[in-house]
């Protein structure tokens, strides 16, 4: 791996601090009293850091169930959930992938996950087609039936896709490379359908987690050495990788 890797892993990413897992749950908490309190009735999954995964009872005061995360040895991925959240798919501290039933918390499966590494919230697991993919370094993609391993993605130069969010549009799935590559993933076939290079002739450039919105991708790149701070916003057309526009972000000191 890249000799940069230590200080690109660190662009954007802050671990998280004791006591905020319980902070945000209360925080999750009363965002589910007041979706209930407008009528709402769709159920707010909650991960509280290392205790676990939880489902309250609409209106607040009890949880329907509970799934533990496993030995407190990092904190969680941010869990996903199809459509009707009937199924939930859940990466605990312990480096395991649990597919969990909504109405019961019933566990259906529960697989190992290779690339045992640290962790960093805002990291998650990603539905398209029939696989569930994580990264971890790399991106691992399991069926999302069986929990069987279809597939993993090792980038060209290995360089390190699965160190920051993914983000996914229903076939493909878009990983922020960490040295300044976006990688545009087949879900069926693991196999890159395009690779968009934004270090624009640098070599001490990383990317962030992308988001997908309206078949454009959105990234941000910004220089690991660079003091002030500056970077670049992408929009790459989702399709192809072409720069669609870019905004450059120089910060103003007090």
Same mark, same amino acid.
Not at 9 to 34: D, F, H, T, W, Y
Not at 63 to 84: E, M
């Given at each position: 791996?890249?000799?940069?890797?230590?200080?690109?892993?660190?662009?954007?990413?802050?671990?998280?601090?004791?006591?905020?897992?319980?902070?945000?749950?209360?925080?999750?908490?009363?965002?589910?009293?007041?979706?209930?309190?407008?009528?709402?009735?769709?159920?707010?999954?909650?991960?509280?850091?290392?205790?676990?995964?939880?489902?309250?009872?609409?209106?607040?005061?009890?949880?329907?169930?509970?799934?533990?995360?496993?030995?407190?040895?990092?904190?969680?991925?941010?869990?996903?959930?199809?459509?009707?959240?009937?199924?939930?798919?859940?990466?605990?501290?312990?480096?395991?992938?649990?597919?969990?039933?909504?109405?019961?918390?019933?566990?259906?499966?529960?697989?190992?996950?290779?690339?045992?590494?640290?962790?960093?919230?805002?990291?998650?697991?990603?539905?398209?087609?029939?696989?569930?993919?994580?990264?971890?370094?790399?991106?691992?993609?399991?069926?999302?039936?069986?929990?069987?391993?279809?597939?993993?993605?090792?980038?060209?130069?290995?360089?390190?896709?699965?160190?920051?969010?993914?983000?996914?549009?229903?076939?493909?799935?878009?990983?922020?490379?960490?040295? /300044?590559?976006?990688? !545009?993933? $087949? *879900?069926? &076939? =693991? +196999?890159? %359908? @395009?690779?968009?290079?934004?270090?624009?002739?640098?070599?001490?450039?990383?990317?962030?987690?992308?988001?997908?919105?309206?078949?454009?991708?959105?990234?941000?790149?910004?220089?690991?050495?660079?003091?002030?701070?500056? /970077?670049?916003?992408? !929009?790459? $057309? *989702?399709? &192809? =990788? +072409?720069? %669609? @526009?870019?905004?450059?972000?120089?910060?103003?000191?007090?």
């Amino acid at each position: 791996r890249s000799s940069r890797a230590s200080a690109l892993r660190n662009l954007g990413q802050v671990r998280l601090m004791r006591g905020q897992p319980r902070a945000a749950l209360r925080a999750l908490r009363a965002a589910c009293e007041a979706a209930q309190a407008t009528g709402e009735e769709t159920i707010l999954l909650l991960s509280g850091g290392c205790d676990g995964l939880f489902a309250p009872r609409p209106g607040g005061g009890s949880i329907i169930w509970k799934v533990p995360s496993g030995p407190p040895v990092d904190v969680p991925f941010q869990p996903v959930a199809n459509a009707d959240r009937s199924m939930i798919y859940f990466v605990t501290p312990d480096h395991r992938l649990k597919k969990i039933r909504g109405s019961d918390g019933h566990v259906v499966f529960h697989v190992p996950v290779a690339g045992q590494t640290i962790v960093f919230p805002g990291w998650n697991a990603v539905l398209a087609g029939q696989v569930v993919a994580v990264g971890k370094v790399d991106i691992f993609a399991f069926d999302t039936a069986s929990g069987a391993p279809r597939w993993t993605y090792v980038a060209p130069d290995l360089e390190e896709t699965g160190r920051a969010g993914l983000v996914s549009d229903g076939s493909t799935i878009y990983a922020a490379g960490l040295t /300044g590559r976006v990688h !545009a993933i $087949d *879900a069926t &076939t =693991g +196999a890159a %359908r @395009w690779v968009a290079d934004l270090r624009e002739g640098r070599d001490d450039i990383g990317s962030l987690s992308p988001t997908y919105s309206d078949g454009s991708v959105y990234v941000c790149t910004r220089s690991a050495f660079t003091n002030p701070a500056q /970077g670049t916003i992408w !929009a790459l $057309d *989702a399709a &192809t =990788g +072409a720069v %669609r @526009w870019l905004h450059r972000i120089h910060p103003e000191l007090p």
